[in-house]
């Protein structure tokens, strides 16, 4: 009975510490940095949160006027937008407003993100730094349902585009049999096409979401009695002057109405979603849904990634490296796809070379001011070893290109195994299993886009004389560049990282603890000397 009761004492005081530790952080939660008001006063970096709050307030406001004139209906939605603009009072700029008010909070939410990354706040700030995660993606969400409810063509067939990713998911083995892709496009359309139902939910979950949102957070202000904008009166005034001169100067354009029968070349989605729709397009499709999925899980357990919570992110070279690697790629994409120089058959080497180069400079510095004793020999395995890794990595991911000159029996090891749709057989029975299997979905309107399952291909520029031979030539000479550029890559990195010396480590600021003199200083106990340390020193 003793050992009872003292087990359940246990479990309790456990729960009581939990609690207080989770009331704790809740009380420094930092919804929109309303608890860094002195820094905000010095940088405008610390009231980006105050941002995201005005211009959802915005947002918010500007939306509940629209919506007395907003009718969610496939046959009068584009017109009641078009009455608003051009018959309601001051219409077009209280959409603009709108508009570009919801474009503000994906740029602010964006910029505090990289904000708490950059300066290292996610490691000390993890519930924090979770909320601003999600506060973007529901901005993102909230941007996607509220895309559609104009009701124009570009909107129509992004929508639908975006609505049959999911779909996707049901190639996965075992996975794929319980019909989740389906299920989930179907529950987002409201049916098996865009139409009413998809409308009327769009239209729902664009409202009720704020709104939801809006009645927590405020309820969490309330509670905790903090202010909610840190921002002066004056930045709360230049913030909505900038957003009725935008939308005054270039006002929010309409676009013509959805037509089903007319397909835009290209599609292109709201701005934002640009950077990742150019990804997806130079992926499999399948491999562009679980990537989708994987980044902002990565983003939000980056605080466990990452668990030297004294060091800011500036002072880790590989973590740097990471965030100046998507935010740069992301750019780049958006801007190739608005200035209509993507390249599908040209731009892949290049972008996936560039992601490793960055990453593998960041991994070798890393190494470097990590500052670890090692000997020199087991410097340049570890060296060897990643490098050799690297390119295999490398190597394995050309054949995802499926370029007709770069076949599977091209390869040595088990990469020639690997099938790709350079191979015609395979080519065919994968565009059976999109379209022949299942002609329901041919002739749905929703899923369109199965009819041409191989638009994500890439292929070989046609030669001069359109002769096989000059293709190969072409594809071998690109190959033999690929692996000249990487090894001359690797041999740059590989000479940084063994160059330190060998035996005490890098003397760095980054961990002045893994040094002598950051030991001493610390009051650490020396380690224990290696062999024949004594000798050398006698």
């Excluded at 729960?15 to 009380?27: F, G, I, M, P, T």
Aim: charged share 15%.
């Amino acid at each position: 009975m003793t050992a009872a009761n003292s087990l359940s004492s246990r479990l309790w005081d456990w729960y009581d510490d939990q609690l207080r530790l989770l009331r704790k952080k809740l009380a420094a939660v930092d919804l929109f940095d309303e608890t860094m008001a002195d820094k905000a006063a010095r940088s405008p970096w610390y009231a980006l949160g105050s941002m995201v709050y005005l211009f959802w307030l915005t947002t918010i406001v500007t939306g509940l006027v629209l919506i007395m004139w907003y009718i969610p209906n496939t046959a009068r939605a584009f017109d009641s937008i078009l009455y608003i603009q051009e018959e309601i009072p001051f219409g077009w700029l209280i959409r603009g407003l709108h508009k570009y008010a919801a474009d503000a909070i994906i740029i602010a939410a964006t910029m505090r993100v990289y904000r708490m990354y950059f300066t290292g706040e996610y490691k000390t700030k993890e519930l924090a730094w979770v909320i601003s995660i999600v506060t973007l993606i529901l901005g993102m969400f909230s941007g996607l349902t509220g895309y559609l409810l104009m009701w124009n063509q570009r909107a129509f067939w992004a929508s639908k585009v975006f609505a049959t990713f999911p779909t996707y998911l049901d190639q996965i083995p075992y996975f794929g049999e319980l019909n989740f892709g389906m299920t989930t496009a179907q529950f987002m359309l409201g049916g098996t096409a865009i139409g009413e139902a998809t409308l009327t939910r769009f239209y729902a979950g664009h409202f009720a979401m704020s709104m939801a949102a809006m009645i927590i957070v405020e309820a969490y202000f309330i509670r905790q009695g903090l202010r909610r904008i840190s921002l002066s009166w004056t930045g709360i005034a230049i913030c909505l002057a900038m957003l009725a001169t935008t939308a005054m100067f270039l006002p929010v354009e309409l676009g013509s109405r959805a037509n089903r029968a007319e397909t835009p070349l290209p599609i292109l989605s709201d701005w934002y979603f640009l950077g990742l729709y150019q990804m997806m397009k130079e992926m499999k499709p399948l491999w562009a849904v679980i990537g989708t999925m994987f980044i902002p899980a990565i983003a939000l357990l980056m605080p466990a990634f990452d668990r030297a919570k004294d060091v800011p992110t500036t002072r880790r070279p590989f973590f740097m490296s990471v965030g100046i690697a998507a935010f740069t790629h992301w750019l780049l994409l958006s801007f190739m796809i608005l200035a209509d120089y993507a390249q599908i058959t040209t731009d892949p080497p290049k972008i996936w070379a560039s992601w490793i180069m960055i990453m593998l400079c960041g991994a070798c510095f890393e190494f470097r001011a990590m500052g670890y004793p090692r000997k020199a020999v087991t410097r340049k395995v570890i060296g060897v070893f990643v490098g050799w890794a690297l390119l295999f990595l490398v190597f394995a991911a050309w054949t995802r290109f499926r370029q007709p000159a770069f076949a599977p029996s091209y390869y040595p090891g088990f990469v020639s195994q690997v099938r790709t749709h350079a191979d015609a057989a395979y080519r065919d029975r994968m565009n059976a299993r999109y379209t022949g299997n299942n002609p329901d979905r041919v002739s749905d309107d929703a899923f369109n886009a199965l009819k041409v399952p191989l638009v994500w291909e890439w292929y070989v520029a046609e030669s001069a004389d359109d002769s096989p031979r000059q293709k190969l030539l072409a594809a071998q000479a690109d190959v033999r560049g690929w692996w000249v550029l990487m090894t001359a890559i690797l041999a740059i990195c590989g000479v940084a990282a063994i160059g330190s010396t060998p035996e005490t480590g890098i003397e760095s600021k980054i961990y002045p603890s893994r040094t002598p003199q950051g030991r001493r200083i610390k009051g650490l106990a020396e380690p224990p000397p290696r062999e024949g340390g004594e000798a050398k020193a006698a």
